[in-house]
């Protein structure tokens, strides 16, 4: 009975999509198994789950399957796991003394949801305002990309942009908000195709109603070339 009562009351978090921490939740020994035999343990799992579903592996058309599977789970859409991988943003002196804000807007966000393991896609925008530092423009896109790749809620997901960004350029000054697709939402369950899903992390001055706004206008600019 206690089993069955856990068992629902994890299903009906992941549907409501509660977020436990703005750390991604991992083991102590995340990182002791190299990657190749994270690999081959996954293979093997993925293996058993096709085969209890019932399908013939031995079908040309899926029997590199749990490799692939395997190989796209490590190295690819939950790398941002791997600290290794972390992007290294070097910062410059802002020696121009551009005082106002730097945007980057629509920067494309493919993450997984960590409740069902079906993909997030959305766009994020980033904004900060210069302590004296700047980084470059394709560092704000890396930084996206890697924190999405890894099991997300997207609350965790925006918090964690802006503390790295905030970090990074030694300054509160920043912001983030994504407007994202969550197929658990779009393709199962309630099945509602139209729906998408916005978050936001404001911090320092941009918590102010007044750089919050200008903020807001920048991303609702239309810049399609």
Excluded at 69 to 84: C, H, Q, R, S, Y
Aim: with cysteine.
């Amino acid at each position: 009975m206690k089993i069955e009562k856990d068992i629902q009351g994890h299903d009906a978090i992941g549907d409501d999509h509660i977020g436990t921490s703005s750390e991604t939740p991992l083991r102590k020994d995340a990182f002791e198994l190299s990657a190749s035999e994270k690999i081959d343990l996954i293979k093997d799992d993925v293996k058993h789950i096709l085969e209890t579903l019932g399908l013939d592996l031995t079908d040309d058309s899926l029997q590199g399957t749990p490799n692939r599977v395997a190989k796209m789970f490590v190295n690819e859409i939950f790398g941002g796991l791997d600290p290794n991988k972390k992007p290294s943003a070097s910062t410059f002196d802002n020696k121009y003394k551009y005082g106002e804000m730097l945007v980057e807007k629509n920067i494309t966000v493919y993450s997984t949801c960590e409740h069902h393991l079906l993909p997030i896609v959305g766009k994020a925008h980033i904004a900060y305002i210069s302590n004296g530092s700047v980084v470059g423009l394709s560092k704000m896109n890396r930084i996206v990309d890697y924190f999405a790749k890894r099991p997300q809620v997207q609350e965790r997901l925006t918090i964690q942009i802006v503390k790295e960004l905030q970090e990074v350029l030694n300054t509160e000054d920043v912001a983030c908000v994504i407007d994202a697709k969550h197929l658990c939402v779009n393709s199962r369950g309630i099945k509602d195709v139209a729906s998408s899903t916005v978050t936001s992390e404001f911090g320092g001055v941009f918590k102010t109603k007044e750089t919050k706004r200008e903020f807001l206008d920048y991303i609702s600019l239309d810049t399609t070339f």
